[in-house]
Nanobody, 122 residues
């Protein structure tokens, strides 16, 4: 397993969660990383991405101002801090690595982890 997401759970609206993604050195090194999510009955959607050194981040409009992506290159970790959670944030969250094109939000990614379920109750 090259990407391992964790940190999901059941929370109430307004609560916070931090998702973590542990990557292998080969998967992580020098690559942009991203978080996607897929809600029940919906297509997978982009949530956030970060470039290799953390100097560039991108967010879906629906999470801007509430979610923060970060990375720890020394430990091959990527995080997604999610604040002010809403019921519509309920989804399986996936981490991904190595975009195959320059635009992080729309690129296809080479590596995917298994998802972690986030459920936000109202």
């Amino acid at each position: 397993v090259q990407l391992q997401a964790s940190g999901g759970g059941l929370v109430q609206a307004g609560d916070s969660l931090r998702l973590s993604c542990a990557a292998s050195k080969r998967t992580f090194g020098g690559n942009a990383m991203a978080w996607f999510r897929q809600a029940p009955g919906k297509e997978r959607e982009f949530v956030s991405a970060i470039n290799w050194n953390g100097s560039i981040t991108d967010y879906a409009d629906s999470v801007k101002g509430r979610f923060t992506i970060s990375r720890d290159n020394a430990n091959y970790m990527v995080y997604l801090q999610m604040n002010s959670l809403k019921p519509e944030d309920t989804a399986v969250y996936y981490c991904a690595a190595r975009p195959l094109s320059p635009l992080l939000a729309t690129a296809k990614y080479m590596y995917w982890g298994q998802g972690t379920l986030v459920t936000v109750s109202s």
